[in-house]
C-alpha cells in the first residue's frame, strides 16, 4: 500500500521546504530540489512522482528533474512499490550523511569550473593583449587587470570553502560517532559534544603541521 504525503502542519512543512530549497539551490541545485527532498524527509513512507507534485504544487517534469538530481547525489533513493510497482522514492534519514554531501557534491564541483572559466578568461585577455602589443587600447589594459582580480578572488572563494568543506567532513564524522555512542548511554550536553569535535579538530591541525602540510 503506498504512503500518504506527508501530514506534518503545514507551517512546519512550508517552513521546512522553504529552507531546504534554499539550502540545495545554494549548492546548485533546481528550486524544486530541496522542497521534494524536505516532503520525502517528512513523509512516513516511500512517495511516488505523481504524490509529490500533488502534494508540493510542481509541476510533473519539475519534479521529475529534482528526484533525478537528488537520486543522482544520494539523498534519496528508489523503491519499487510492492503493490503497485509503481516506482517510489524514500529521503535518505541519516541527516549526517546528507551534509556530507552537500558540501562535498556537485556543489563544489560546479564552483571548480566556475573559478576554472574565470582563470580561462584571465589568460585569454592577457595573450590578446600580448598579440596586440602596443596597438592594444587602454581598456583592453583596465580588463585584465579586472579580470586579475576576479580571478584571485574566485580562487581565494574556492580554497575557503574547501577547507570549509574539509573540516565539516572531521566535524560530521566526529559528531556523528559520539552521537551514535551517547545515545546508548543517555547522551551528553551539547558543551562537551562540541569540546570533543573541537578536540579532534585540534588535533588534526597538529599532526598537520608537524608533518610539514
Known sequence: MASSPPTAPPNAQGILSDTASRVFELFGARPATGRVWAALYLSDGALDATQLSSALGHSSGA????????????????????????????????????????????????LRGVVASVKAAHLAQKEALAAAGEASRPGETVRLERLHHLANVAEFVLGTLLAAADRTRLELKAASKILSVTGLIGGEPLARLRQKINARHLARNRARGSAGI
Do not use: H, N
Open 63 to 110: 519534479v521529475s528533474m529534482a528526484l533525478s538530481d537528488l537520486v543522482r547525489g544520494g539523498f534519496v533513493y528508489k523503491q519499487l512499490s510492492p503493490t503497485s510497482r509503481r516506482q517510489t522514492y524514500l529521503a535518505e534519514p541519516d541527516l549526517w550523511v546528507v551534509l556530507r554531501k552537500l558540501v562535498t557534491g556537485e556543489g563544489l564541483e560546479q
